[in-house]
């Protein structure tokens, strides 16, 4: 559930040069079909989260609408009709009991994973890559003070925490907990591999020249250091992104993270256990897109890896 396995995999990266171009990193994708093929599908993902509310507008039915004649009450609240309830009005079926329709839960449950991972990527890295160049930059005390902190937060079962915190916490502004909870586990193992790396940068050759032109610390590492830092950065980035969409349906799963009736995978994961030997669509499609929505960013940031590795080599 949590990111630091991934993250600990790029201690192995440390850029001695530029990172490869975007331009170039992108013709190395594109020329990759499995690379391509996880593109693809990440921008039908993408494109879904945001332009939700006019999908479902065209599908004709809203997330949190509920259609008692998709449903048979004879049969226990079961869908009408093979494979879950699929027909030219429900595209993806329907859930058991209440009939809300599938299609726009994903289309809405999409919407909740993209923004969540991505705000919690974003204050990660902030936290993370500010704080890693502030520790291996100035060291002594600054140095001490963060890793004591970084070391405190990595010995915590970060999983059980987050339950424990989130199960304390009232319901309301659920996403916006989230992050934080999230982010506050997931910064530390960014800001080690930066505190490393920067540790490394900050004895080059360049970095004393701006020491010596009489640049202020600041310049120093946010204009020199810092850009030599992009690719790892990018790398931790693409890594920690499905690692976090995977946290938040596993929160959602055990009932801590996004609260009913807001669409969640994970909650859509959790709610079709007890339905799943005789409703196996009501399983299937909302654990399909979770697994291929990780999946596609695993592989893809694997693969933007190895294209800024080959660059810096050439």
Same mark, same amino acid.
């Given at each position: ?63 949190? +609408? ?27 079926? @329907?859930?058991? +009991? ?98 490393? +790396? ?20 600041? +310049? @120093? ?94």
């Amino acid at each position: 559930m949590t990111t630091s396995p991934a993250l600990a995999e790029i201690e192995e990266v440390v850029p001695a040069a530029p990172p490869a171009s975007g331009r170039r990193v992108l013709t190395r994708i594109t020329r990759d079909r499995g690379a391509l093929a996880c593109l693809v599908f990440l921008g039908l993902v993408v494109l879904m989260a945001v332009a939700a509310p006019l999908i479902v507008k065209l599908s004709g039915w809203g997330p949190y +609408q509920f259609d008692s004649a998709a449903i048979n009450s004879d049969l226990g609240g079961l869908p009408r009709g093979a494979l879950g309830g699929i027909s030219g009005s429900h595209w993806f079926g @329907v859930e058991p +009991q209440n009939g809300r329709d599938l299609f726009a839960r994903i289309v809405y449950g999409a919407r909740v994973s993209i923004t969540i991972s991505l705000s919690a990527t974003l204050l990660t890295g902030i936290l993370g890559v500010v704080l890693g160049m502030l520790a291996g930059f100035y060291r002594g005390w600054v140095d001490q003070v963060i890793s004591r902190l970084m070391d405190f937060l990595m010995a915590f079962p970060a999983l059980i925490f987050m339950i424990a915190i989130l199960s304390s916490l009232p319901s309301g502004n659920r996403p916006v907990l989230l992050v934080v909870v999230i982010s506050a586990f997931g910064w530390p193992y960014l800001a080690r591999v930066i505190r490393g +790396q920067t540790m490394t940068l900050a004895n080059r050759e360049f970095v004393e020249a701006a020491r010596a032109s009489g640049a202020k610390d600041t +310049q @120093v590492v946010f204009r020199e250091i810092l850009p030599n830092l992009r690719g790892s950065i990018v790398v931790m980035t693409t890594l920690a992104i499905p690692g976090y969409i995977g946290t938040e349906a596993g929160l959602s799963f055990l009932g801590v993270g996004v609260s009913p009736p807001t669409a969640s995978w994970g909650q859509m994961i959790a709610s079709s256990v007890s339905w799943y030997s005789v409703d196996p669509m009501f399983f299937a499609i909302p654990g399909a897109f979770l697994f291929l929505t990780v999946l596609s960013l695993t592989v893809l940031g694997d693969k933007i890896r190895t294209a800024i590795d080959q660059g810096e080599a050439a």
